[in-house]
């Protein structure tokens, strides 16, 4: 990845000739650790990736902290980029939605990370998050009773141009848009990178208790497991044929967070972004003693990665997938390879793991 260093204000930087526009993106996650370092990659390169909106799922977090936590970053990132940089961002609706479901609920130990990252010295100095609510624009011809979901929806219905849509958190939002507005929500989507399935590989759902016959390692993967109906809906819809990247653990179990990547962020530790992606990712460098995954890796930020730079990954083309929506069976939320599937998803499979971690510490300089 190449990031320019230019002082020229944003506007600039859009029309020169030698810089190409910046892609509209529109980020949907679910407030964990990943997704919110992910929203950092994502501020952190505005010469690439142009944010028209964000919103929040209640899944992996309690979506008050995590809102907060992308309020506050996200006005961090913006004011500092403005003063330290001459770069102005644009400021864009951030969403809380109000879906739910009551079937695989996130363990209450991860959901509370947001609460944690709401601490982070880094997002709380006081010149760059200060009235940090006041910056955040509603989406137009919308108002106050209208569901972070619905507004998500018209950030497409409204747009003159198709977005690309990243989704880091399970397919919940996604799902009710294309259930409530059909073919006009999906005509304005340019393509969606999802971050969720296990492919060829074992997946990442552990369950333990006295209720649970066989503890142990499952089939699904935790995004795809908290709403695997939504997951179904979105993944194998006609609708969106041909738009589907999937970031599935074939991918993802190739960028680890290890204590040595977190630690590399030291060396930029006169930057925000590197205080708060380094601090972040320090929380979850435990998990490489064991439990729950039995290590930590950078899904989200990966999947993210891709919208800024899409040499990092090669893809299988076109791979039908389908995925399991039987609560009876241990299965559940699996998405597997499916011969007979009308359509295929593109699977990210070959992963330049050097080049991602490279554009993170690139990233982590930025303001």
């Given at each position: 990845m190449s990031r320019s260093n230019s002082k020229r204000p944003r506007s600039e930087e859009s029309t020169s000739a030698t810089q190409p526009r910046p892609v509209p993106v529109?980020?949907?996650?679910?407030?964990?650790?990943?997704?919110?370092?992910?929203?950092?990659?994502?501020?952190?390169?505005?010469?690439?990736?142009?944010?028209?909106?964000?919103?929040?799922?209640?899944?992996?977090?309690?979506?008050?902290?995590a809102y907060r936590v992308s309020g506050k970053l996200t006005s961090t990132v913006r004011r500092a980029a403005a003063a330290k940089r001459g770069v102005h961002i644009k400021?864009?609706?951030?969403?809380?939605?109000?879906l739910s479901h009551g079937g695989h609920p996130f363990p209450h130990e991860w959901r509370v990370d947001a609460k944690k990252m709401d601490d982070l010295p880094s997002l709380n100095v006081p010149k760059w998050t200060t009235g940090w609510e006041a910056d955040i624009p509603t989406v137009p011809n919308t108002d106050a009773n209208t569901p972070g979901e619905e507004a998500f929806a018209q950030l497409f219905l409204q747009s003159p141009e198709p977005i690309s849509l990243c989704v880091t958190g399970p397919l919940t939002n996604v799902a009710y848009c294309l259930k409530t507005h059909g073919a006009a929500f999906a005509d304005k989507v340019k393509e969606v990178v999802i971050m969720g399935g296990a492919v060829d590989v074992e997946g990442n759902v552990f369950l333990e208790g006295p209720d649970v016959k066989e503890p142990g390692m499952l089939a699904a993967e935790w995004n795809i497991y908290w709403d695997a109906v939504s997951a179904k809906a979105v993944i194998e819809s006609p609708l969106l044929k041909g738009k589907v990247r999937l970031f599935s653990l074939d991918a993802t179990n190739h960028v680890p967070v290890t204590s040595a990547v977190c630690q590399e962020f030291g060396k930029y530790n006169d930057s925000l972004i590197a205080q708060f992606i380094g601090s972040s990712w320090a929380m979850c460098t435990h998990l490489e003693l064991g439990g729950y995954g039995k290590g930590y890796y950078a899904w989200d930020v990966l999947?993210?990665?891709?919208?800024?730079?899409?040499?990092?990954?090669?893809f299988e083309p076109n791979v039908p997938i389908t995925?399991?929506?039987?609560?009876?069976?241990?299965?559940?939320?699996?998405?597997?390879?499916?011969?007979?599937?009308?359509?295929?998803?593109?699977?990210?499979?070959?992963?330049?793991?050097?080049?991602?971690y490279m554009m993170t510490y690139e990233a982590a300089q930025f303001v």
């Open positions: 529109v980020l949907d996650h679910d407030g964990g650790v990943d997704d919110l370092v992910a929203l950092a990659l994502l501020l952190a390169n505005p010469s690439k990736v142009e944010l028209v909106g964000v919103i929040v799922l209640d899944a992996d977090c309690y979506v008050n902290d400021p864009f609706p951030i969403l809380k939605s109000t999947t993210a990665a891709h919208v800024v730079d899409s040499g990092l990954v090669e995925v399991e929506i039987d609560p009876t069976k241990r299965s559940e939320g699996q998405t597997r390879r499916d011969l007979t599937g009308a359509h295929g998803v593109d699977v990210a499979m070959k992963i330049d793991a050097e080049r991602f």
